[in-house]
């Protein structure tokens, strides 16, 4: 009997933490324990007591995961407990209710030299995001982990003027503290350190105009339906354009990429509009409009690989 219900729990836990693991919403739990039930009153009827001993209730899962959360944040604060160093990884971005959230990473290494890299915590700011506001609450979640300061090695942030200034910023503010022998050492993260050097490429007149010709297509309803119509027609390879979003600049990988090849097209249907481009028939600008492509498409794949590789990444993925 203790076997069995043991079993049972395991087998809740499993299921909320897949729930958990995906993002998805609490309430499909319910959904899914019908589904199940239907399928297993038809195939496998002497299973439909064990399933409905589980239970996949909204609150039980919201329940169950805060119970998951709780023990990871208790298995975490034991392992930074033991780093001799550590490094930590930074990212303060805005999500799409316009409230500011403060990412955290964290890799320590302990004296038997056992490496742990993993999401450390993420804060919510619902009033001012300064340098001050940022380092206060660095400090805190630090202290929640028993992290000490005096421990810290290095520091990777973005190279927003909160994070980086030198008087006020948080590196600053951490500086001034001058509670190292030897002071952590500072890294831009690679990501923006790629978006700066994209902005010396001086390929303004490729991106503006491919920006400005994809929102006249998107942007206008009548236009987007008959330009989608029209690929369809005649089967192309992609099936619409793809907007730009200058804050997840690597999306130009894909925007330019499809506007290369459509681009006869394009230019038929602007010129249709009474919208002509002599750039999109020079030489020259085609030129630099198949470069610029190619080189952002090897920046995104790079990316992604080194994604894959160092979970370290996943800060702008968590926001």
């Not at 297509?217 to 119509?229: G, M, V, W, Y």
């Not at 097209?265 to 030489?283: Q, S």
Request: hydrophobic share 40%.
């Amino acid at each position: 009997m203790h076997n069995s219900m043991t079993s049972t729990v395991a087998e809740r836990e499993q299921r909320t933490n897949k729930i958990g693991q995906r993002q998805l919403p609490f309430q499909p739990g319910e959904f899914a324990k019908e589904v199940l039930t239907a399928f297993v009153e038809e195939f496998c009827a002497d299973k439909k007591e064990a399933l409905e001993s589980i239970s996949l209730s909204r609150h039980t899962v919201i329940r169950r995961i805060e119970t998951l959360s709780k023990d990871i944040e208790r298995k975490l604060k034991e392992v930074a407990s033991n780093s001799i160093y550590f490094i930590i990884a930074l990212d303060e971005s805005t999500d799409n209710s316009d409230i500011a959230q403060f990412a955290i990473m964290v890799r320590g290494i302990d004296d038997q030299f056992s490496i742990t890299e993993d999401f450390l915590t993420m804060s919510s700011f619902h009033g001012t995001t300064t340098g001050q506001d940022i380092f206060d609450n660095l400090l805190k979640e630090l202290k929640d982990f028993n992290l000490p300061l005096e421990k810290l090695s290095g520091i990777c942030t973005d190279g927003a003027p909160a994070m980086t200034g030198e008087h006020t910023g948080l590196i600053g503010l951490l500086l001034k503290s001058r509670v190292w022998n030897v002071p952590p050492i500072v890294y831009h993260c690679i990501i923006y350190q790629e978006n700066l050097g994209a902005q010396h490429l001086k390929m303004g007149h490729v991106m503006e105009l491919v920006v400005s010709t994809v929102n006249y297509i998107r942007a206008r309803a009548l236009s987007h339906r008959q330009f989608k119509k029209i690929l369809k027609e005649i089967e192309a390879e992609f099936q619409d354009v793809t907007y730009y979003c200058k804050v997840r600049w690597l999306s130009s990988a894909k925007t330019l990429r499809r506007f290369l090849s459509l681009l006869d097209l394009i230019d038929t249907f602007m010129r249709g509009k009474g919208r002509n481009h002599e750039e999109f028939r020079n030489v020259a600008w085609i030129n630099d409009l198949a470069f610029l492509a190619d080189i952002t498409e090897h920046m995104a794949i790079s990316t992604a690989n080194y994604r894959e590789s160092s979970s370290m990444y996943h800060l702008c993925g968590a926001i």
